[in-house]
């Protein structure tokens, strides 16, 4: 009988919190291109997997770092980093988005990153801080915002990264390639290492490429991964899925959604 009651107990349960959540979504409207990113964000939070491959690209730059110093640079070496998904992880943003059954949205992204809350990806801050211990300068180079400059410190504060400073942080100024801002740390330092999570983090071949072209350019540089260029996996959002969609970012969730259809392979 105790068995018993404790599964009658679960299935009412289960139900009651079935009711409740239906209740609360009801008027949600289901999207792939929305709902799709809970899976992807529970991934990004809990998948030892996820973890591991982080850990896994952060080792492979630690080896590159101690590569390099064998060499000598007539300038000071740098290693330059995107922030968001590759040192700050945003995926409780995505979350907070996709249970109001919303994507992206410029207003609610800022009071997300004036909450300088973000976690930060797995190796992140040991592998900076060990390049910086080695005298290697660390420059983020973000297309995050003027009016994110000091929440993003905050947060990079909060983690005692090294060079987390104006003087070292690169915002997006107008337009979103980050090649410019590259360019201008290449004039003064000896960029050894490139980390991001967006291909265009490393080179502008990457720039608002379409599909086919950005596959075709990542085997045209498939040296260069592993070696120059560090990749951390990020399964919710990059120019992976503005590609899809033509980097057309007027698309209904509906329109997205017969893009993803139209593109995505069974049998």
Avoid at 105 to 125: I, L
Avoid at 234 to 249: A, C, L, T
Wanted: proline content about 3%; aromatic content about 8%.
């Amino acid at each position: 009988m105790k068995k018993i009651s404790i599964v009658v107990l679960f299935v009412i349960s289960a139900c009651s919190t079935s009711k409740q959540v239906s209740q609360s979504t009801s008027a949600v409207p289901v999207n792939i291109a929305v709902t799709g990113k809970i899976f992807a964000s529970l991934y990004q939070q809990q998948a030892a997997e996820y973890r591991a491959l982080c850990l896994q690209a952060f080792n492979i730059a630690r080896l590159r770092v101690d590569e390099n110093l064998q060499t000598m640079a007539a300038k000071p070496k740098a290693i330059i980093t995107d922030i968001d998904e590759t040192i700050l992880d945003n995926s409780a943003y995505e979350v907070h988005q996709t249970l109001q059954g919303k994507d992206y949205e410029s207003a609610s992204w800022y009071q997300w990153t004036d909450m300088s809350k973000a976690d930060t990806v797995a190796g992140a801050p040991s592998f900076l801080k060990y390049a910086a211990s080695k005298g290697i300068t660390i420059f983020y180079i973000t297309n995050r915002e003027e009016r994110e400059r000091a929440g993003t410190l905050l947060n990079l504060q909060k983690f005692n990264l090294p060079n987390a400073d104006n003087a070292h942080l690169l915002v997006r100024q107008g337009i979103s390639s980050k090649e410019v801002r590259r360019q201008v740390v290449a004039t003064t330092h000896d960029v050894i290492l490139l980390l991001g999570d967006n291909l265009a983090d490393f080179s502008s071949m990457f720039d608002k490429k379409m599909l086919d072209e950005r596959k075709q350019n990542t085997d045209e540089l498939a040296a260069a991964f592993g070696k120059k260029f560090i990749v951390i996996p990020n399964p919710v959002y990059g120019d992976w899925e503005s590609s899809i969609n033509k980097y057309n970012y007027t698309l209904s969730p509906a329109q997205k959604d017969s893009v993803i259809k139209s593109l995505i392979k069974g049998y």
